[in-house]
């Protein structure tokens, strides 16, 4: 069992960053491939980026790569995605997911094992 709670989201103007964080519980975070989905006001719930459970590969939505880079600690049991140069249709709930198979999380295919509650990101223009 895996519990995942966001934190770090918030109101940004243009051009600004932010970096959300996703704190898990249980002793097999590290077993785990992490993800960072969003889902802006009145569309679906996308995919932004992915990290693999053991050779730390990752994978990112076409629109954020160069602006956006997630990582993760297994000492800490934390998720991080950094978010620089936000722009405006970066608004959006942004939400940590976990799962055993990367490409579940890479491909968006339900049923993804874990999700937090999501974490407001407001980008200002």
């Known amino acids: 069992q895996v519990q995942l709670v966001e934190s770090g989201g918030g109101l940004v103007q243009v051009g600004g960053s932010l970096r959300l964080s996703c704190a898990a519980s249980g002793r097999t975070f590290s077993s785990y491939a992490m993800a960072w989905f969003r889902q802006p006001p009145g569309k679906e719930r996308e995919f932004v980026a992915a990290?693999?459970?053991?050779?730390?590969?990752?994978f990112y939505l076409d629109s954020v790569k160069g602006r956006f880079t997630i990582s993760r600690d297994n000492a800490k049991n934390a998720l991080y995605l950094q978010m620089n140069s936000l722009k405006p249709e970066d608004t959006a709930v942004y939400y940590c997911a976990a799962d055993p198979l990367l490409r579940r999380l890479v491909l968006n295919i339900a049923p993804v094992d874990y999700w937090g509650q999501g974490t407001q990101v407001t980008v200002s223009s």
């Open positions: 990290i693999s459970s053991t050779n730390g590969n990752t």
